[in-house]
């Protein structure tokens, strides 16, 4: 059981931004919003997490809504090598620490 | 920092047979290291958690008897696939998690690259 709703598939052209969406409905006050991406044949790689407020790193930006009920992973300017499998997953009390992965988005950047 | 060794990252066997994968975290000590088993076009399914010097505790539906997980040290889990069937073919990878620092602002928690097994 992810817990979390993300679309199969979304697709951006090269540097352009991309919101990726994730529905989380019935997170729970202790969950943190964490954000993981898989390139084809690796293991997968942290974006970003988050809590409560929007953050901000190298990588992308975390944009929580209020009621902590949704959230956005950013990517300001895509490029080809941010195609990947891209992960929304809550982890806190409610999952004992242990990342259970959905399905997932699947970026596609076009040139 | 925070990098997770997996190895091998290619392996076939012959069908019956037994297959051990490690993994090691080499700059910093895995409290906990978990294992994954992802299919074609299938998302990650979390196997197994283990605990250093701790019995794994593993997922519903996972055969500990078939998938045997050792964790001796701070820095190195091992699965074993006992009896390989060609339905064993897979991409399994290993996360491991330390303590939180610095350096590791995601919680510690750090994959492998993976190993693609492949039963025949």
């Known amino acids: 059981d992810a817990k979390t709703t993300q679309p199969n598939s979304m697709e951006s052209n090269e540097e352009e931004p991309v919101h990726l969406p994730c529905n989380h409905s019935t997170i729970s006050g202790t969950d943190y919003i964490h954000w993981y991406r898989q390139l084809p044949s690796q293991g997968p790689e942290y974006v970003i997490h988050?809590?409560?407020s929007n953050v901000n790193n190298r990588m992308a930006s975390l944009a929580i809504a209020e009621d902590r009920k949704s959230s956005t992973l950013i990517l300001h300017r895509a490029t080809l090598r941010d195609a990947a499998v891209y992960y929304c997953?809550?982890?806190?009390?409610?999952?004992?620490?242990?990342?259970?992965f959905g399905r997932g988005t699947q970026l596609t950047v076009w040139p | 920092g925070a990098v997770v060794s997996q190895h091998p990252s290619r392996v076939i066997c012959k069908s019956g047979t037994s297959v051990k994968i490690e993994c090691r975290s080499l700059d910093f000590q895995a409290t906990t290291m978990f294992w994954y088993r992802q299919f074609p076009k299938q998302s990650l399914m979390l196997m197994a958690t283990?605990?250093?010097?701790?019995?794994?505790?593993?997922e519903q539906g996972v055969e500990k008897d078939k998938f045997l997980i050792n964790h001796a040290s701070l820095t190195l889990s091992t699965l074993t696939v006992t009896s390989a069937h060609p339905e064993d073919s897979s991409f399994y990878i290993c996360s491991a998690r330390g303590r939180p620092g610095i350096n590791r602002p995601n919680y510690g928690y750090t994959f492998g690259s993976g190993t693609r097994l492949t039963v025949v």
């Open positions: 283990s605990n250093e010097g701790s019995k794994a505790t593993y």
């Open positions: 997953i809550l982890l806190g009390g409610s999952t004992l620490g242990r990342l259970y």
């Open positions: 988050g809590l409560t």
